[in-house]
């Protein structure tokens, strides 16, 4: 049972490229949900879902997007980096929402912008 | 504005040891309060749930306790191993099903 996978593990982008991170669970959760952990910092909410074709911001949205067409996959587009978005990236899932059901974490994709 | 404050920033004990934690919260209205571990390069992983009711709960050797009157919450750690080296972070639901309020966590150094 593979979890929640995250890929790549590390990337390195130059200012105004753009990239997709990947995200894949296996748990059949409806909730799925993008972070970014910054030091000194709580997580903080980018993107979520609650189910395929549904998706919502979080507190920190802009400069990335989201899509879920499926209930497994939740890719995380960067639509033009920025040196300001230089930071660890997790995507997590749960059954219910976060308030009701644990969330489970990827493992993180630590991305530089250069 | 709610907010979850966590201390120490970082802890640093000899194996054997016991440790406490600190969690207090400013969060309104308040719906359950979770601990998380994040082990190095790694995400987190949920240890324990505290609900409004709950004073008390333990998993294994990590006892959370909650008072909801002080809106204080603390992770005590009993006989800590190598393995227990981590970040600890509390995390504070409210009305939103879908957004959490997180603290920043504590970093605790286990040396042997």
């Known amino acids: 049972n593979a979890g929640v996978t995250q890929t790549p593990k590390f990337q390195v982008l130059k200012t105004g490229q753009s990239m997709t991170l990947q995200c894949a669970q296996d748990m059949n959760h409806e909730y799925m949900s993008w972070y970014r952990q910054d030091p000194g910092m709580g997580l903080r909410l980018i993107h979520y879902s609650v189910g395929a074709g549904i998706t919502d911001q979080g507190e920190v949205p802009n400069g990335y997007n989201v899509s879920r067409s499926t209930t497994e996959d939740f890719p995380l587009r960067l639509l033009s980096a920025a040196p300001s978005q230089t930071s660890v990236y997790f995507c997590a899932s749960s059954r219910q929402g976060p308030r009701n059901s644990p969330l489970h974490f990827g493992n993180g994709t630590r991305l530089t912008v250069t | 504005k709610n907010q979850v404050e966590q201390s120490p920033q970082s802890l640093i004990i000899l194996e054997g040891k016991n440790c406490t934690l600190q969690?207090?919260?400013?969060?309104?209205?308040?719906?359950?309060l979770r601990w998380y571990k994040q082990d190095t390069g790694r995400g987190p992983v949920s240890l324990t749930i505290m609900t409004f009711s709950e004073n008390t709960k333990s998993n294994g050797r990590y006892t959370a306790t909650l008072d909801a009157d002080t809106k204080q919450s603390s992770l005590h750690i009993t006989a800590s191993q190598l393995s227990d080296s981590a970040s600890y972070i509390c995390v504070v639901s409210w009305d939103s099903n879908y957004q959490l309020i997180w603290g920043a966590g504590t970093k605790l150094i286990i040396k042997p």
């Open positions: 969690c207090n919260y400013t969060v309104s209205p308040f719906s359950n």
